[in-house]
Structures are given as C-alpha cells and as structure tokens.
C-alpha cells in the first residue's frame, strides 16, 4: 500500500463509527504511516482488532502505538508480529498495559525484544487486568524476565496465555541457554 493509500485510509479510520476489523498484515506501512495510523487509533471508538503483522514498524512505530493504545478505549486485539519494535517499543508497551483496561491479546512475536524490554512488558502485565493473552514468541527476552513472568503469574488472574515458545534467556551460569514455553 502506497503512503498515500495509507493517509487516506488513517484519515477515513480517524471518522470511522463501523470498522470493528481492520488487517493490514504486509503492507509497507513504516513510520510515516504508522504515525498517520496511530493519530486515527486515538479518535476511533469501534475498531476492535487491528493487525500490522510484517509491516516494517520499528521501535519509533511501536512506541507510537502503543502510546495511541494507551488511552484507547475500544481496541481488543492488537497484532504487531514480525516487525522491530524492540527494547524501546516493548518497553513503551509495559507502559501502556499499565494503563489501559481494555485490551485483551497483544502479539508481539519475532520483534526483537531482549531482557529490558520483556521485563517491562511483564511488568505492566503486573497492573492491567484486561489482557488474556501476550504472545512474545521468538524473542530473546532474558532470564530477568522469566523471574518477573512468576510475578506475574503470581498476582495477574486475568491473563490465560503467555506464549513464549523460542524466547532465548540466557542463565546466570556462563553459556546456559533455556526456552520458555508458557501456555
């Protein structure tokens, strides 16, 4: 989709009141766009699922949306996978799910999440009382975060599904590798 196809859209989403869907996985959506989304995501009350899966969003982007997720008061289910949101865009994720009461399954598989930034995600996950499901498949989120994910588990009775299968955490001792597989 051509930037200008995506202004457009985000300006028609901004005065959307029926648009409950919305898929976009592939699209070239990068910055530009993804700003352009992000100020629509604020304004509209009814898009319940939106999916940027492969969209070229990186932590700049992911920052963006998860700030426009934070004050969202419709959006259920959020799909982020295979971009590059990174430390930065996860931790500004933590944020938001601290915040926001009604999202319900955030995908942020294969985004190049490491330690910093799955600590903060599971973090928020700590406060939000709205989300069932967080998928961080295929991140190397780190043994820190596998101590918060107990945590979490411990105080979060909202949350059903964790899925972390190939997040790569290194151990104390030197060269140790583990695979965290929560369903």
């Not at 766009?33 to 969003?57: M, P």
């Not at 490491?114 to 989300?131: C, D, I, P, V």
């Not at 780190?142 to 955490?169: F, M, P, R, S, Y």
């Amino acid at each position: 989709m051509s930037a200008t196809g995506i202004a457009v859209l985000a300006d028609a989403l901004g005065i959307n009141k029926g648009l409950i869907w919305l898929n976009l996985d592939g699209a070239e959506v990068e910055d530009v766009g993804i700003y352009r989304l992000t100020v629509a995501i604020k304004k509209n009350s009814t898009l319940q699922n939106l999916s940027l899966e492969d969209c070229y969003i990186d932590y700049n982007g992911g920052f963006a949306v998860a700030n426009a997720v934070t004050g969202n008061v419709s959006l259920k289910t959020l799909n982020l996978n295979n971009n590059a949101v990174q430390d930065a865009g996860a931790t500004a994720f933590g944020a938001a799910l601290s915040q926001n009461s009604v999202l319900e399954a955030l995908h942020l598989a294969f985004n190049e999440i490491q330690g910093t930034g799955g600590m903060a995600l599971l973090e928020g996950l700590t406060r939000n009382k709205s989300l069932t499901l967080l998928d961080l498949a295929g991140n190397a989120i780190g043994a820190g975060a596998a101590a918060v994910l107990g945590d979490v588990l411990q105080h979060n009775t909202t949350v059903k599904t964790i899925w972390c299968a190939v997040c790569v955490c290194l151990l104390p001792r030197e060269g140790s590798l583990c695979a965290l597989v929560v369903v």
